[in-house]
Antibody, heavy 115, light 112 residues
Framework: ELQLVESGGGLVQPGGSLRLSCVGSGFSFGDAWLSWVRQAPGKGLEWVANINSNGGEERYLGSVKGRFSISRDNAKKSVFLQMNSLRAEDSAVYYC????????WGQGTLVTVSS | DIVMTQSPDSLAVSLGERATLNCKSSQSVLSTSDSLNYLAWFQQKPGQPPKMLMYWASSRQAGVPDRISGSGSGTDFTLTISNLQAEDVAVYYCQQYYSIPTFGQGTKVEIK
């Protein structure tokens, strides 16, 4: 069974940093595009970033470019999202998802940016 | 970026009736190289992550009942839920993956 498990969320002050992790199982992790998608409380879905299978290609939402960085470790079947210079508007549940089309999702991890 | 617009924002349908959800993209998501529409539909129930229902606009994910169907091409798409069941109460999102993924704002389906 395909599984994605996110971790690393929490409460952080504006301007602070967090590193999210997502571990995958039940699929060919090293062959998959992986994405991070977020959902602010009571709001819709917003794609944040993705990375190709070998980590050589990354794309970002405009509002996070230069602040967030996506990376992966295929040996550990993990994808990461380093989030720096966090703002209140970054508060959301962050999901990792597989594929360019986002076909499978984890349960998410909550990030709250507040003083 | 491609902007996705869904209508209506919410929809109340009687059990057993049909729900029709619409999605429009600001530019075509039909690829001329493979003739595929890069359009997916998701269902999200409260407290759960989104679940993909349809991809390539009209291909059903494994386990999705055949009373749920997708149609459309280019810039205009529809998700149809026939014989609405209580378990279908959710927010539905369309999403294009022709370029950097973008989502519609969602349509909330409730029971009348």
């Amino acid at each position: 069974e395909l599984q994605l498990v996110e971790s690393g969320g929490g409460l952080v002050q504006p301007g602070g940093s967090l590193r999210l992790s997502c571990v995958g199982s039940g699929f060919s992790f090293g062959d998959a595009w992986l994405s991070w998608v977020r959902q602010a409380p009571g709001k819709g879905l917003e794609w944040v970033a993705n990375i190709n299978s070998n980590g050589g290609e990354e794309r970002y939402l405009g509002s996070v470019k230069g602040r967030f960085s996506i990376s992966r470790d295929n040996a550990k079947k993990s994808v990461f999202l380093q989030m720096n210079s966090l703002r209140a508007e970054d508060s959301a549940v962050y999901y990792c998802a597989t594929g360019w089309g986002l076909d499978h999702w984890g349960q998410g991890t909550l990030v709250t940016v507040s003083s | 970026d491609i902007v996705m617009t869904q209508s209506p924002d919410s929809l109340a349908v009687s059990l057993g009736e049909r729900a029709t959800l619409n999605c429009k993209s600001s530019q075509s998501v039909l690829s001329t190289s493979d003739s595929l529409n890069y359009l997916a539909w998701f269902q999200q129930k409260p407290g759960q992550p989104p679940k993909m229902l349809m991809y390539w606009a009209s291909s059903r994910q494994a386990g999705v009942p055949d009373r749920i169907s997708g149609s459309g091409s280019g810039t205009d798409f529809t998700l149809t839920i026939s014989n609405l069941q209580a378990e279908d109460v959710a927010v539905y999102y369309c999403q294009q993956y022709y370029s950097i993924p973008t989502f519609g704002q969602g349509t909330k389906v409730e029971i009348k």
